[in-house]
């Protein structure tokens, strides 16, 4: 609920970042890991509704949300009380040794939105890229096979199993050494860029051909590959959509084989795209469902969700200390009433709303060449010429920073595009103020190209 002291547009208010903000990064570089990547000065000091306030009382609307986390907005009241009763009543009991009643309960909410609801099982950790090592594990354990298969461009986590999947930048694995055996990576279908001049809904039918003719025959034996792990659309990698034909095929493929299906969720998931799930849209049924981000509205929650068959490993063999907290479980307890309460419908009829104003950027923007997604998951593809696709990550810079600066956050995702994601519970005024926002900035960007 908005008070009158809070607003649900932008309002700068002095060149940034303001005196308290620039406090803080001076402060911070001081003591904080200069791994981190702040692509422009925000330093958040309070968050509400599709508003973040800096510390010098400039406001900012947010279609970053936390990276897709914040998917009911910034301390959503209903959130913010399940977090504050939960916190009063237990804030923590090892989920892996002992029994609490809001584990199971969050499980059969999210079993519940399975394809099959009576054959899933859940696990619960903290951050995606847990669910995706446990995930691997899973998938090891219940076929005794060692193989993976994962896409050039995905993003599925920096711990160093996760990281052995990832192939979206070379800097997040450069001087980590040796990464997990055993991991292939096939290309992913990129209709804007796709040398055969395939379409949205028809590329990527030479990457399964590639897939059964050569990797399942010169490489990997079948019956050696443990998974084939997928985002269905990938986030870091570009905001890029599979289509539905080919998460069709890479099912056809793991049934005939035998080969666990991982549906990465952890960006696309709790209904940012309009449906639960994004793998929904292809009406696929995957053995195991990875999901984070948006599943806690900022508290660290994810999980991993297999089929019953699948999780079928023996006690001890996977385990963790916090996962499964239950104020965490509590704030995903109350993001899911929200989002299955109305949020996953308005990221639909919101997605709709701003392709239609967006969709003819390229015609408009000589340095748009692609707008691309579902729902509320769209990204915007930038480069220095349309007729040589030439990629122009200055430019997206450009774009990026301008919106800063107009009171309007967003970030990068891929080599040269912009994701925008903002919290499931945007209107139509704060959308046209984002579009009005993003086309000052690209036509500014535009001018130094
Ligand atoms: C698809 C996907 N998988 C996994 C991860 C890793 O999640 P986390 O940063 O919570 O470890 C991310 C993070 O961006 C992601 O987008």
Redesign the pocket.
């Known amino acids: 609920m908005i008070t009158a002291t809070e607003t649900k547009l932008p309002r700068i208010n002095m060149t940034l970042p303001g005196p308290k903000a620039k406090e803080v990064i001076e402060y911070d570089k001081k003591f904080i890991s200069p791994s981190l990547f702040r692509e422009y000065p925000l330093v958040a000091h309070r968050g509400y509704g599709a508003i973040i306030e800096d510390p010098d009382g400039n406001t900012f609307l947010d279609f970053a949300a936390g990276?897709a986390v914040c998917s009911t907005g910034h301390c959503h009241p209903h959130v913010v009380q399940a977090i504050q009763k939960q916190a009063a009543e237990l804030i923590h009991i090892a989920g892996t040794d002992f029994y609490h009643r809001h584990m199971p309960q969050l499980a059969e909410r999210l079993v519940a939105t399975m394809p099959k609801p009576h054959d899933y099982k859940v696990f619960f950790g903290n951050?995606?890229?847990?669910a995706?090592e446990g995930a691997i594990k899973l998938a090891r354990y219940a076929t005794r096979r060692d193989k993976l298969i994962a896409f050039y461009g995905c993003?599925?986590?920096?711990t160093l199993g996760?990281l052995s999947l990832t192939a979206s930048k070379s800097t997040q694995r450069k001087y980590f050494g040796t990464l997990l055996g055993g991991v292939e990576h096939i290309p992913f279908p990129y209709a804007y860029r796709c040398a055969l001049g395939h379409t949205k809904e028809t590329c990527g039918g030479e990457i399964i051909e590639l897939l059964e003719e050569q990797i399942l025959k010169r490489l990997f034996a079948p019956e050696e590959v443990a998974a084939i792990i997928v985002?269905p659309i990938q986030?870091?990698g570009g905001f890029i959509p599979a289509p539905a034909f080919f998460l069709q095929e890479l099912q056809r493929i793991c049934n005939k084989h035998g080969i666990m299906l991982i549906l990465?969720e952890?960006?696309s998931g709790v209904g940012r795209t309009g449906k639960m799930w994004a793998y929904d849209h292809a009406g696929i049924t995957p053995d195991i469902v990875?999901t984070?981000?948006g599943l806690g509205s900022g508290m660290p929650i994810?999980a991993f969700i297999a089929r019953e068959s699948v999780m079928q490993w023996k006690p001890g063999s996977h385990g963790t200390t916090y996962g499964g907290n239950p104020v965490c479980i509590a704030s995903a307890m109350a993001t899911l009433d929200l989002i299955q309460g109305g949020l996953m419908a308005n990221a639909q009829k919101m997605g709709e709303y701003i392709f239609g104003k967006i969709n003819d950027w390229p015609s408009r923007f000589k340095i748009v060449g692609d707008v691309r997604g579902k729902g509320l998951m769209i990204g915007v593809e930038i480069v220095r010429d349309q007729r040589t696709k030439e990629k122009a990550p200055d430019l997206r810079n450009q774009v990026i920073v301008g919106a800063f600066h107009r009171g309007l956050l967003t970030l990068e995702s891929g080599e040269n595009s912009i994701r925008i994601s903002p919290p499931l519970i945007i209107d139509e005024e704060q959308a046209d103020c984002a579009i009005r926002i993003m086309e000052e900035s690209i036509r500014e960007a535009e001018k130094t190209r």
């Open positions: 990276i951050s995606g890229t847990e995706v993003f599925h986590g920096r996760s985002e986030g870091e990465d952890v960006q990875l984070a981000k994810s």
